[in-house]
């Protein structure tokens, strides 16, 4: 029974820490994707897995977004569109948890341009919106992501401009704050390994168990104990001495 305990496999929590870039703010006005950046977190630990791409919107770039993100019409002519890509991004994302910070904004997106592709949507209950727990945990406060990092201590001093990549990066931390952090050596260990763990943590203190001492009475102390038991009205040990 011990054997089986230490030889059962932990279970992996797979997440996909998520954000995109656009054109604009809304898909049903033409609106499309223009970068998308993945990061792989298992057991809450980043794992270095990353997807990344550029996407080609076939449109030009609204200027209030270029000056969000940064990425021209120009730059983004050289990349493929999204139906060229759609095949390694759901390969990557799978059915995982999808971690994004307003999820709604970035769901609506992804569903539109998989629908275009002729594509399944996403079910939105695979999306966990990190602005919905930060409002929740934090309530009354900023709950942007520059005013999260800001909050945690987490240097978010290269994001100059948003960046789908950087933007998840920064979230993952995010993330695992507004969840209390991880714990990477307990999370990651085999079964065993805990076990071991804990062995570590218990200081075993051995008793010293001496030898009885053996020893005789004087003529004077056993006189003194039949005297005590004179005193004693039908004590049981002298009805046993009888």
């Not at 390969?91 to 002729?118: Q, T, V």
């Not at 201590?153 to 401009?161: A, E, F, G, Y």
């Not at 056993?222 to 009205?233: A, D, F, N, Y």
Request: hydrophobic share 35%; aromatic share 8%.
């Amino acid at each position: 029974m011990v054997g089986k305990i230490f030889n059962r496999k932990l279970n992996i929590m797979r997440e996909i820490v998520l954000d995109t870039e656009t054109t604009g703010l809304d898909p049903n006005l033409g609106h499309r994707i223009v970068e998308i950046g993945c990061l792989e977190l298992k057991n809450h630990i980043v794992t270095g897995e990353k997807f990344h791409v550029y996407v080609n919107p076939r449109r030009d770039m609204a200027e209030e977004a270029f000056k969000i993100h940064g990425l021209s019409t120009e730059f983004l002519k050289e990349h493929p569109p999204f139906e060229e890509h759609v095949d390694a991004f759901l390969d990557f994302i799978k059915k995982d948890r999808l971690i994004i910070h307003n999820a709604r904004f970035d769901m609506k997106f992804i569903n539109a341009e998989l629908e275009w592709c002729g594509r399944k949507p996403l079910p939105f209950k695979q999306a966990h919106d990190t602005l919905k727990m930060a409002r929740e945990k934090h309530p009354g406060s900023p709950a942007s992501l520059d005013a999260l990092c800001k909050r945690y201590k987490i240097d978010n001093s290269n994001r100059t401009l948003h960046g789908a990549l950087l933007d998840s990066e920064l979230l993952a931390e995010v993330y695992l704050e507004l969840i209390g952090g991880a714990q990477p050596d307990f999370m990651t260990s085999t079964s065993s390994e805990k076990e071991a763990k804990k062995d570590e943590l218990i200081t075993v203190i051995e008793r010293q168990i001496r030898k009885a001492r053996d020893f005789d009475l004087t003529p004077d102390e056993i006189e003194q104990h039949k005297e005590l038991l004179k005193k004693l009205k039908n004590p049981i040990w002298a009805k046993k001495a009888s």
